[in-house]
């Protein structure tokens, strides 16, 4: 599902106009950069956490070339989900189980 389509259920869900969707969505997605940019996580009960951990700086190599290479520290964003979002993608759509006889 790319961003239009999202944006298309959650109006379709919530019964509100998809332009309006579509601004709630895209100011709740700047909150979240803005939240990652500060380093800070965001907890959402049932859904997940997302945080910001730091890679250390690492010694790498060239594939091509074989030579050693610095690669600097960085921060990678992390998401780790929670048990209902766990427990959904882990659920059995209906019809989809063994046939009865």
Do not use: C, H, W
């Not at 803005?34 to 700086?57: C, H, N, P, W, Y």
């Not at 960085?74 to 989809?96: D, V």
């Amino acid at each position: 599902m790319n961003k239009s389509e999202f944006i298309t259920v959650v109006a379709q869900k919530s019964g509100q106009p998809k332009a309006l969707t579509a601004d709630i969505i895209n100011a709740a997605l700047e909150a979240i950069t803005e939240t990652v940019q500060k380093k800070e996580s965001i907890s959402i009960v049932g859904f997940g956490t997302l945080e910001v951990k730091e890679r250390k700086a690492r010694k790498g190599y060239n594939p091509r070339t074989q030579e050693e290479v610095e690669i600097p520290a960085s921060y990678r964003p992390f998401f780790k989900p929670g048990s209902k979002l766990k427990e959904a993608a882990n659920a059995k759509k209906p019809g989809k189980g063994k046939k009865k006889k």
